[in-house]
């Protein structure tokens, strides 16, 4: 396998040329209550507002995030998913629920601008290592959108941002419509007059918006007189918790769904990559018989949903084919 190797001159970039006869002005990380507009002029009476991990305010055709200071530069998982799509659309590959990305996201601060950024945590280095400095030069984020603060609270305990855009503009990194995919119906354009946010949902660990996207295309994959595609979009926003899992190595004697990761650490003249399992979190309720090998039950089990759209005479065998491998799984641990 071919390993990444660390261009040494990169390190050398980072040394040379360090002084300066004119010092580096650096944006201003602070704002004032002054510096925007009050509060009640932007999340007016009229305002549709929904309590959650962001608080989203509704007003006319705008949507705004009220995001709590304290949830700046978190990790949150990002889930982009096809929520209704026309028939035929992907070459029936693609269906209602079918999912076009995940990624990790955090908002940031830049002054009186909010940031999302995309963080990455594919190559990685310990902080107190000289080379950590590198890794993360070169490991720099992209933004996936950026908007201007709008107000802020009376306590400026949370900021407010006008998100329409991101879901009504076209970002590549949460779209139905891929480059395949405009190539091949001919798509010349993102109508936005036909492109708005359906439904907005906030809860206490999560943010959830639809979002229909209308697209003018030659060759749509049905009704072809209307030239249009239309694609119902679900976007899911989930704070990450900060007590993060323990990573498993991956053994290649068994078949798991892995991560590739890059170690540049490692004692050898190159970066070391390795994989890591996928993995449930699973914590033994007792967790003293768990060490003696005895089967205990999880606090929080694996727990699967058929579609509501299943067929009522279908459902009972597709529960009882899925509890059926429980007990093989118990078979193995028990063994």
Same mark, same amino acid.
């Given at each position: 396998m071919i390993k990444k190797v660390l261009v040494m001159g990169v390190l050398a970039a980072l040394s040379v040329g360090c002084k300066t006869s004119n010092p580096i002005v650096k944006a201003p990380e602070t704002e004032k209550k002054g510096d925007f507009k009050p509060y009640n002029k932007v999340i007016t009476p009229a305002a549709i507002s929904d309590k959650g991990l962001f608080t989203t305010h509704r007003v006319?055709?705008?949507?705004?995030?009220?995001?709590?200071?304290?949830?700046?530069?978190?990790?949150?998982? %990002?889930?982009?998913?096809? /929520?209704?799509v026309p028939s035929g659309y992907g070459g029936g590959y693609i269906n209602a629920g079918s999912k076009v990305n995940e990624q990790v996201v955090r908002w940031n601060k830049r002054g009186k601008n909010v940031d999302i950024k995309v963080m990455s945590f594919e190559n990685q280095s310990n902080e107190e290592s000289p080379i950590y400095k590198s890794v993360q030069a070169n490991n720099f984020e992209p933004i996936l $959108?950026?908007?201007? +603060?709008?107000?802020?609270?009376?306590?400026?305990? /949370?900021? #407010?941002? =006008?998100?329409?855009?991101? &879901?009504?503009?076209? #970002? /590549? /990194? +949460?779209?139905?419509?891929?480059?395949?995919?405009?190539?091949? $119906?001919?798509?010349?354009?993102?109508?936005?007059?036909?492109?708005?946010? =359906?439904?907005?949902?906030? &809860?206490?660990?999560? #943010?959830? #918006?639809r979002h229909v996207m209308t697209y003018e295309a030659e060759t749509p994959p049905e009704r072809g007189q209307a030239g249009t595609i239309s694609i119902l979009m679900n976007q899911s926003m989930v704070l990450l918790p900060e007590d993060k899992m323990m990573p498993r190595i991956a053994d290649y004697r068994v078949g798991w769904f892995t991560i590739g990761k890059y170690d540049y650490d490692s004692e050898a003249l190159k970066s070391d990559d390795y994989q890591i399992i996928r993995k449930w979190r699973l914590i033994p309720k007792d967790i003293e018989a768990y060490k003696n090998g005895?089967?205990?039950? @999880?606090?929080?089990?694996?727990?699967? $949903?058929?579609? @509501?759209?299943?067929?009522?005479? %279908?459902? @009972?065998? &597709?529960?009882?084919?899925?509890?059926? %491998?429980?007990?093989? &799984?118990?078979?193995? +641990?028990?063994?």
């Open positions: 006319d055709d705008k949507l705004y995030f009220e995001i709590p200071d304290s949830l700046f530069n978190k990790d949150l998982l %990002w889930v982009s998913r096809i /929520a209704k $959108y950026s908007a201007k +603060i709008e107000t802020m609270k009376a306590d400026s305990s /949370a900021y #407010v941002v =006008d998100v329409t855009g991101l &879901f009504e503009d076209e #970002v /590549a /990194a +949460i779209n139905g419509m891929n480059a395949s995919y405009r190539k091949r $119906y001919k798509v010349k354009r993102l109508d936005k007059s036909r492109s708005y946010i =359906d439904e907005v949902h906030s &809860f206490p660990q999560n #943010v959830e #918006v005895e089967l205990v039950e @999880p606090v929080k089990p694996i727990v699967y $949903y058929l579609d @509501p759209a299943t067929p009522k005479r %279908w459902r @009972p065998y &597709f529960k009882q084919g899925i509890e059926d %491998w429980n007990k093989a &799984f118990e078979e193995s +641990i028990i063994k």
